[in-house]
């Protein structure tokens, strides 16, 4: 049989070999890039190499198959149908008797019942102790011989010995290739290092001490080695003089890889050796640094067009910027859908184009409560490949650094002077093109968009920073005191377009004075020098600023104020109720804090984008239940995670935006009702143009700032690691390029797209007839395998979890995921079927399961939304609560 690596052309006649090939090659990057099975039909990947080792010996030998599912437990108190041990099957029950619910004893001929989990436990020991599987009750376990083998295995013949992964070298096929060996072990000690300076974050000085004491322990350990040897050989050959033993000694060292190349004198042994040989041997594209005319100031900017060389020229990458999104149906699914991109003459031609999307951002890297506050904060300028589907954008290695400087530099020298090299880049790119090896061919390209906050895509356009001024949009010439009995959807504002834009620069240019009524200060630096970018529709709004950091924690605080002063519930009622609800899956990790007590006076209850979501989605579950219907103030907060709801979904309809601009109108008129006194802020006003917009951009969460201000943890946790603040732009544009160069020197950029760690055998007999039927259609042997999650293009699902598959009178219906089932190269999802009610009080559905559960099949292609959503038990009910609105 001809074993084939998965990420090169390598074959070799036995699987032992393929392992050792993977770790010789491929093995300095696990963790980053997960290691996948070896057998072309198994989609398990793993961490480490014992994890897949072990998983070769449990799954893909002769030895494990007589024993694999071979007896099935039925529990009596629920659907729990598995092949496994009497002790799993004991477990299992245990975790009823802690819910208090009454067991039976399993056992034939025994009546013991009892809902004590001690008591049980003391039944069994004093009853049952010698007792084994074949003495349960009939209702409880079914055997069942395999009449053929479960998938994934490797059979051999019987009369062959079993496969060993651990292949030892053999020294004729090795000497042949010495050199290429030893060259492949360096580049590995080298990425090992690289892996420890750009992921890890540890220092040079660090790292440089490692090194040294690692050299002296093996020479203080000499002797012992020395005494080893010298016993071995004795052994053999008798007794051998002490010079044939240092000899042995010696050419044993000398040849010690890590020695070799770190010791004094090699090429890994000083900083700058190690440096010289990453920049000669990994991808680095290295910062360039600008000193600023008549000043000491300092920028850094990493040569745009030398990354987008590097970048392409890797087969990972440029296989997926080549690969076309699917045309699904009508609708706006991606930016491509968006006018923005179809008006654009360059990036619409037939060949391919490289569409950059920037974003923009001020953060800070010291504490920003101690003395060095704002001293160090810094501007960055990231890009990514818009070419690529959003499942690949949305890893933080994928967003490439352009600039980095200090915010004080650019206030002093404006965007102009530091833009300067980036914007000649993107200016040869539009008219020129960057030459792709791989292609044979120059790729034209240009940017697409700027993704910023306001405040930010407000100065780099030229607009004013201030929001309080009278023109304070920049999508249309809306005047701050209009907005508040004036709707967008009206047209009562005229839109900014490129003409009248351009006309107004060139006004405030020759006038100054006019600034304030256009609401211009200047041009954009982009739109001035590129010929198919423009400020009007370069500047995508911002949902997580706009609102999950703007007008959702302004809102929630003033509802929250009127709710507690009609004694609906007190502040203590809510934040018991925060703090003790039961978060599961991805809510677990974004759970909100509890409200501070002088919220009120702030007018705001504080939180990052990710809490404020949750605890809007998840409000109706926590308080809802003291809330009468029909109360203005709870419409007020029901309508505005309406409004969130459809704001941030992934796909939409030419209907759907409809339905979100009647939201917004909707929510607009009973806020003001409700709150008459309260001034509405511009971020209401941003909020109106998100139905036009959404035509302009696609979804809005495909162009927001959510992901690109997850790359600031990666430079404040360098800072925080190296303590070094001399040239800081410098030093972390050095750590983030070495970051990149190692993952492009990984076997894949990007994570497979499927992801399994853990799977176990089950009989298909166990599953209900339907279920039954459909897994013998797919598979005809006796067991399939049952992962307990999996993660498929980044998004992780696992039992209980609720997916939305087909509608029902407009509704979308919904199933609970009970198994897992992999089958080859397939994931299939076990369902229990859920009846659904939507309660428009809550803006949730209720769900229930038949006294009888029933199951059915559910592939991913299925699916409503791949986002999967909890169930929580709330006041005797099971309820879910949408993330993203459904489009049926």
């Known amino acids: 049989m001809q074993w084939t690596c998965k990420y090169c052309t390598f074959c070799a006649e036995k699987r032992g070999y393929l392992l050792k090939h993977y770790r010789l090659k491929h093995g300095c990057h696990t963790r980053i890039s997960p290691l996948p099975c070896l057998h072309k039909e198994c989609l398990c990947t793993f961490k480490s190499f014992n994890a897949l080792k072990v998983h070769l010996s449990t799954w893909h030998t002769q030895k494990d198959l007589g024993n694999v599912g071979e007896t099935a437990f039925h529990c009596q108190l629920c659907d729990f149908v598995e092949p496994c041990t009497d002790a799993d099957f004991f477990t299992h029950l245990r975790r009823h008797l802690k819910l208090k619910q009454k067991v039976s004893c399993p056992y034939q001929g025994c009546n013991f019942q009892s809902n004590v989990y001690s008591t049980f436990n003391a039944h069994k020991s004093k009853e049952h102790q010698d007792h084994n599987n074949m003495a349960f009750k009939p209702e409880i376990v079914s055997h069942n011989e395999l009449e053929e083998p479960p998938p994934h295995t490797n059979i051999q013949p019987e009369d062959s010995a079993p496969e060993t992964d651990e292949v030892e070298f053999e020294v004729t096929e090795l000497s042949e290739d010495v050199e290429n060996l030893e060259s492949q072990l360096e580049h590995n000690v080298a990425a090992l290092f690289l892996k420890m300076k750009s992921i890890l974050n540890i220092s040079e000085n660090a790292l440089q001490e490692v090194i040294e004491q690692i050299n002296q322990i093996y020479v203080l350990s000499q002797p012992l080695l020395h005494t080893s040897v010298k016993k071995i050989l004795n052994q053999h050959c008798g007794d051998v003089e002490d010079s044939l033993v240092s000899e042995i000694v010696k050419v044993f060292t000398e040849n010690n890889v890590f020695l070799k190349f770190t010791s004094t004198g090699g090429s890994l042994s000083t900083t700058s050796k190690r440096t010289s040989y990453i920049s000669k041997e990994f991808s680095v594209v290295t910062p360039v640094e600008f000193v600023l005319k008549d000043d000491k100031q300092t920028f850094v900017y990493i040569p745009v067009l030398k990354m987008l060389q590097t970048l392409l020229n890797n087969g990972d990458i440029l296989d997926k910027a080549m690969s076309p999104e699917p045309n699904l149906s009508q609708g706006y699914r991606s930016h491509r859908d968006g006018s923005r991109f ?70 002093d020298h404006g965007y102009g002077e530091i833009l300067r090299p980036l914007i000649q880049d993107l200016v040869f790119l539009e008219q020129q093109g960057v030459y792709v090896e791989q292609l044979g061919a120059s790729i034209k390209g240009t940017v697409l968009f700027v993704a910023a906050d306001n405040l930010a895509a407000h100065s780099l356009g030229g607009f004013f920073e201030s929001f309080t ?15 508040q009995h004036k709707e967008v959807r009206t047209g009562s504002f005229p839109s900014r377009t490129k003409e009248n834009h351009d006309r107004q620069v060139q006004d405030v240019l020759q006038d100054p004075t006019m600034a304030q009524q256009y609401g211009v200060k200047r041009s954009c630096p982009l739109s001035k020098s590129l010929e198919h970018f423009h400020v009007v529709n370069g500047y995508p709004p911002d949902l997580l600023h706009d609102l999950l950091e703007g007008v959702v924690p ?25 703090k003790q609800f039961p978060y599961t899956f991805s809510d677990r990790t974004n759970q909100p804090q509890i409200i501070a007590k002088n919220f009120a006076s702030k007018a705001t209850i504080g939180g990052n984008g990710h809490e404020n979501w949750t605890l809007l989605r998840l409000l109706p579950l926590l308080i809802g239940h003291h809330i009468p219907e029909g109360d203005e103030t709870w419409e007020v907060l029901m309508n505005l995670k309406d409004v969130v709801e459809l704001s941030v979904s992934a796909s939409f309809s030419e209907e759907s935006v409809c ?18 006194n309260e001034k509405l802020r511009p ?30 943890k ?86 209980n979890m609720v997916i939305s598959v087909g509608s029902c009178s407009g509704l979308p219906d919904f ?10 190269t397939d994931i299939i999802f076990v369902c229990r079927l859920m009846k659904s009610w939507y309660n428009e009080h809550l803006r949730a559905y209720e769900l229930c399961s038949s006294h009888l559960p029933t199951f059915s099949v559910t592939q991913l292609s299925e699916l409503n939304d791949v986002f999967p959503i909890s169930l929580y038990r709330v006041v005797d009910k099971q309820l879910v609560t949408l993330k993203r609105h459904i489009l049926c």
Not at 555 to 574: T, V
Not at 816 to 821: L, N, S
């Open 342 to 411: 179809k008006d654009n003459s360059l990036l619409t031609e037939e060949e391919f184009r490289i569409a950059l999307c920037l974003y923009i951002d001020d953060f800070e890297v010291a504490n920003p409560l101690g003395t060095s506050r704002k001293k160090h904060k810094l501007c960055a300028i990231y890009w990514v490949l818009g070419n690529l589907h959003p499942k690949y954008r949305s890893s933080l290695h994928s967003i490439q650094l352009a600039l980095l400087c200090k915010v004080s530099s650019l206030k």
């Open 469 to 483: 001024v009278s023109q304070m949009c920049r999508f249309c010439m809306a005047k701050r005191e209009e907005i």
């Open 815 to 824: 199933r609970q995921i009970a198994k897992i089932v992999v089958i080859n």
């Open 683 to 712: 971020k209401h006003h941003y909020i109106e143009h998100y139905p036009q917009l959404i035509q302009t951009f696609g979804p809005l969460c495909d162009v927001w700032t959510m992901r690109f201000e997850g790359k600031h």
């Open 554 to 578: 302004a809102e929630l605080a003033l509802c929250l104020k009127a709710l507690i002063s009609k004694g609906y519930f007190s502040l203590e009622i809510l934040n018991v109720a925060i």
């Open 659 to 676: 339905f979100l601009d009647c939201k917004i109108a909707e929510h607009r008129d009973i806020f003001q009702k409700v709150f008459p």
């Open 714 to 799: 990666f430079f404040k946790k360098v800072v925080r690691h190296i303590h070094n603040f001399k040239n800081i732009p410098l030093t972390l544009a050095l750590r983030h390029q070495h970051m990149i160069a190692f993952h492009l020197a990984a076997t894949s950029f990007f994570k497979p797209s499927v992801e399994i760690n853990k799977v176990k055998s089950v009989m298909v007999a166990s599953f209900p007839e339907n279920v039954k039927n459909r897994l013998h259609l797919r598979n005809n042997q006796n067991t399939v395998l049952v992962a307990a999650s999996v993660c498929i293009d980044g998004i992780k699902y696992s039992a």
